[in-house]
C-alpha cells in the first residue's frame, strides 16, 4: 500500500452565514484546499463529504454542482461530530488502497442556535427528565463531576481550560471569537449545567474545511511534496460493549481504544507528539481527554492546566486554534478543520500561534453515540 499525503488543505473563517447554502459553504473551503495545492476539481477522482444535518441531501453532488460536476464517486459521511474525521478517513482509505491517487475531502455544517441532544426518543420510556438529561451541556456536565469525584478536580481548573483557548484564539483569524476571556469572567458567566458555564462550551457557528489527500507518487509527480503532510495513522472506532449504566453516556472508552491504535499505527507515543488538536465540545471534556489520550496519567489533567503544560509554548499544546470553545464547532466541518490546523504548524505556517519545531500532531474528534476518529500527521520537508 502507498503512503498517503495532505497535499492542500484550508477552511472558511467560522461563523454565521444564514445568506448561504450548505454546498456553498462547502463550495469554498473545497476551492480554498484546490488552491493551495495548485490543482482543479478537474484533477480529483473522487470526492469524500461530510455533513449531518442535511444528511440526504447529497451534500457531496450539491458542491460539485457549484466547482465542476466531473462524474467522479462522490461518498457522503454522517456520524456525528466525528463526521469531519469520517469522510476523510474514507478518503485517505481509498488512497491508502490504490484506488486513486487524488482525492477531496470536504466537511460542512450549518448550525443552528441551542442545546444539543436531548430529546424522548421514538419509543420506551423517555429518558429526557426522568433519567437525567441527554443533552450535551448535561452529559459532559455529569463526566467532568464524576473526573472531580476521582481526583478532585476543580471548577477553576475546568474554567481554565476556557481562558487558555479563548487566549488562543486570539491568534487565529479563521476563529468564530477573538477574544480574551479572563478568569474571573468564565466562572462567572452564565451557568448552563454545572460546572459548565456558558463561556465553557463550545460555539454552534457554520463552517466548512477540506483538504485534497495524494498518493506518495502523485504528490512528487506534481512537485507537491516540499509543503506536503504525511498521514501517519487514521483510526476510527466504535464503543465496545461493556457491563456499566447506559443512564450516564461513556465519553471516555471509544477514545482510548481508538488512541491506543492510532499510536500503534503510527509507531509513536504521547510523548512524541508535539501539539494536540482534541474535541473540546465543552471545558470538562477537555479536561477528560487529556487523559483518554494519554497525555498525562489518570488524575493528573487538573495539574496539567495549572501548569500551562498544555498552553501554547508548553510542553504539549492543546487546541492552539483556540478548539471548540472559541473557533466553532460546525459538526460536519470539525474534523477536517482540526487537520487544517496541524497541518498548518507542520508545515510552519501558523504565524502568531506556531508551535515552533512541531513534527508530530494528533487530531481527535468524539461522536457521542459512539464514534471516535484520531488522526495522526507528521511533516514531511
Known amino acids: 500500500m502507498t503512503d498517503a499525503y495532505i497535499v ?34 478537474q484533477d480529483m477522482q473522487a470526492l469524500y463529504c461530510g455533513n ?8 457531496g453532488q450539491r458542491i460539485l454542482q457549484q466547482i465542476g460536476q466531473t462524474g467522479i464517486p462522490v461518498v457522503n459521511c454522517a456520524n456525528a461530530c466525528a463526521t469531519g474525521a469520517t469522510a476523510f478517513r474514507e478518503a485517505w482509505a481509498s488512497v491508502k488502497a490504490e484506488l486513486y491517487d487524488l482525492v477531496l475531502a470536504v466537511g460542512v455544517e450549518q448550525m443552528g442556535r441551542g442545546l444539543l441532544g436531548g430529546g424522548a426518543g421514538r419509543s420506551g420510556i423517555p429518558r429526557e427528565g426522568l433519567l437525567g438529561s441527554g443533552t450535551m451541556p448535561s452529559v459532559f456536565a455529569e463526566a467532568g463531576m464524576e473526573h472531580s469525584r476521582k481526583h478532585g478536580t476543580t471548577f477553576e481548573q475546568f474554567a481554565k481550560v476556557s481562558v487558555k483557548n479563548h487566549h488562543h484564539a486570539t491568534m487565529n483569524p479563521k476563529a468564530m471569537y477573538q477574544i480574551e476571556t479572563p478568569l474571573e469572567t468564565v466562572m462567572n458567566s452564565e451557568m448552563i449545567s454545572y460546572p459548565n458555564t ?21 504528490a512528487r509527480e506534481l512537485g507537491l511534496m ?10 476510527l472506532t466504535s464503543d465496545p460493549w461493556q457491563e456499566r449504566d447506559l443512564v450516564m453516556p461513556d465519553v471516555n472508552t471509544c477514545t482510548r481504544t481508538a488512541a491506543a491504535a492510532a499510536y500503534e499505527m503510527a509507531g509513536a507515543g504521547p510523548d512524541d507528539i ?3 488538536e482534541l474535541h473540546d465540545c465543552f471545558a470538562t471534556a477537555e479536561i477528560l481527554h487529556y487523559e483518554n489520550l494519554g497525555l498525562c496519567a489518570d488524575g493528573e489533567a487538573g495539574r496539567l492546566i495549572d501548569e500551562g503544560e498544555v498552553e501554547l509554548g508548553g510542553r504539549i499544546p492543546v487546541n492552539v486554534s483556540g478548539g471548540l470553545l472559541s473557533k466553532g464547532h460546525p459538526l460536519g466541518a470539525t474534523g477536517i478543520a482540526n487537520i487544517y490546523e496541524v497541518s498548518t504548524h507542520l508545515r510552519g505556517e501558523a504565524g502568531k500561534r506556531q508551535v515552533e519545531g512541531a513534527r508530530l500532531g494528533m487530531t481527535h474528534v468524539i461522536g457521542l453515540g459512539s464514534a471516535c476518529g484520531i488522526h495522526i500527521l507528521e511533516r514531511v520537508a
Do not use: H, W, Y
Not at 8 to 35: N, W
Open 8 to 41: 492542500g488543505v484550508d477552511m472558511i473563517k467560522f461563523g454565521r452565514f444564514p445568506e448561504k447554502s450548505v454546498p456553498q459553504l462547502g463550495a469554498e473551503a473545497a476551492l480554498l484546499a484546490l488552491d493551495d495545492c495548485g490543482l482543479t476539481i
Open 52 to 59: 449531518l444535518g442535511q444528511a440526504s441531501a447529497m451534500v
Open 198 to 218: 456558558k463561556l465553557m462550551c463550545s460555539v454552534n457557528v457554520d463552517g466548512s474545511a477540506a483538504a485534497v489527500i495524494a498518493s506518495e507518487r502523485k
Open 226 to 235: 516540499d509543503r506536503a503532510v504525511k498521514v501517519r495513522a487514521s483510526v
Open 274 to 276: 508535539d501539539l494536540v
